[in-house]
């Protein structure tokens, strides 16, 4: 059975680093992508970073660029968002995700939430002033 599971949040003051992991286990195709998405409290879910699965591109909304790095980490099956010089309007609920079904490239389905996607429960990153 597919399981994406995340972990890394908690609670920081702003200028602080956190780092995420969310660890793929049970998937039985080719993700070929994978995306990070937050839900702050109120709001609806925006994609925050993508990354394909060679790692040979990725992507970064513009409130992530500069700040935030995806990467993957293959012995352990897992995709990271280091995320440095967090901010208060960081804080919300974080979640990766892999695409069931998207049209188009990966990361335009991430920046515009387009498309089916499989995911993991999400971890709370709270940002404080």
């Known amino acids: 059975q597919a399981q994406l599971v995340e972990s890394g949040g908690g609670s920081v003051q702003a200028g602080g680093s956190l780092r995420l992991s969310c660890s793929l286990s049970?998937?039985?195709?080719?993700?070929?992508?994978m995306g990070w998405f937050r839900q702050a409290p109120g709001k609806e879910r925006e994609g925050v970073a993508g990354?394909?699965?060679?790692?040979?591109?990725?992507w970064y909304a513009d409130s992530a660029k500069g700040r935030f790095t995806i990467s993957i980490d293959n012995a352990k099956n897992a995709v990271l968002l280091q995320m440095n010089s967090l901010k208060p309007e960081d804080t919300g609920m974080y979640y990766c995700?892999?695409?069931?079904?998207?049209?188009?490239?990966?990361?335009?389905?991430?920046?515009?939430?387009?498309?089916?996607?499989?995911w993991g429960q999400g971890t709370q990153v709270t940002v404080s002033p």
């Open positions: 995700a892999a695409p069931r079904s998207i049209t188009g490239d990966c990361f335009s389905a991430v920046a515009t939430m387009t498309g089916s996607w499989f």
């Open positions: 990354i394909l699965a060679g790692a040979t591109n990725t």
């Open positions: 049970g998937f039985t195709y080719s993700w070929g992508c």
